[in-house]
């Protein structure tokens, strides 16, 4: 009997140990996970974030794990009203600062944050019907919390809280496209580049992930470009037309980025 019931256990304690449980990430990833492993297993970088959503009978509440507290999540709150999601930085609540210079003709170009709106000029004048206003149509420009406060030499301001709530932007989201909506810089759709001060430019990107200027990232590709993940605390951001120079960067520009802090402050680097 005693040798049944010894059987009985170990078998119990393999399927227990066997049984698989999944986690949803984004772009129809799947991890299947079971006991042998931790919430660790998952974090493949220290800017993504596991985080766990509860539902409850009137709202929904979410509480995030970060790569250096990740043991700690292994069996928190899951249940049938729960489930986890892997996400990237910057997330709400984060706040942090990069450097950019732009370069057309050969001179660097400061920004500052758009108008928030647009008046957009008919193509040809209407006939059919008397306009109340003298243009076609207003083009409105929202807040991302993406921007610049117009900093000399140029600093990107990222923090998505500060945005409205239903246009926040977090992990892959938050782009350089972003930050080129948000100061007046347009992409052609007829591949002519990217609109500055009203003309077209081919441009080329250069990419540092810190103020070190290590790791770098070149391309010419616009929708490289206009995708660039802008995640890096004190990354750099050099950006040049083809018929300028690359721009570059002093160590008292350096300096200067360095007096923007990140928040919080453990917020990872690389």
């Given at each position: ?145 993406v921007h610049s406060h117009c900093d000399a030499p140029g600093i990107i301001h990222v923090h998505p809280w500060s945005a409205p709530i239903g246009l926040r932007k977090e992990g892959r989201e938050v782009t350089l496209g972003l930050f ?91």
């Amino acid at each position: 009997m005693k040798y049944y019931f010894l059987t009985f256990m170990v078998c119990f304690v393999l399927i227990y140990m066997s049984i698989f449980y999944i986690i949803q990430i984004p772009y129809s990833r799947n991890y299947y996970m079971n006991n042998f492993f931790s919430m660790c297993n998952l974090f493949s970088n220290p800017f993504q974030i596991a985080r766990l959503y509860t539902k409850g009978p009137f709202s929904i509440s979410y509480k995030d794990y970060h790569h250096d507290d990740c043991d700690t999540s292994k069996y928190m709150g899951t249940g049938p009203e729960s489930y986890w999601d892997i996400i990237e930085r910057p997330i709400i609540g984060d706040h942090l600062h990069l450097l950019y210079k732009i370069r057309v003709d050969n001179k660097n170009i400061i920004f500052h944050d758009r108008n928030l709106t647009e008046t957009i000029a008919y193509e040809s004048a209407p006939t059919a019907c008397q306009s109340s206003v003298p243009y076609a149509y207003q083009k409105q420009w929202f807040h991302t919390g993406v921007h610049s406060h117009c900093d000399a030499p140029g600093i990107i301001h990222v923090h998505p809280w500060s945005a409205p709530i239903g246009l926040r932007k977090e992990g892959r989201e938050v782009t350089l496209g972003l930050f080129f909506q948000s100061v007046g810089i347009e992409r052609s759709t007829k591949g002519l580049g990217f609109k500055i001060n009203g003309k077209y430019v081919k441009m080329n990107l250069a990419y540092y992930t810190n103020s070190k200027r290590t790791t770098g990232f070149l391309t010419q590709d616009e929708t490289e470009i206009e995708n660039l993940w802008l995640v890096d605390c004190h990354g750099i951001v050099l950006l040049w037309g083809d018929d300028s120079v690359m721009p570059d960067v002093k160590d008292d520009e350096i300096e200067f980025l360095k007096t923007f802090k990140c928040y919080p402050n453990n917020y990872p680097f690389r």
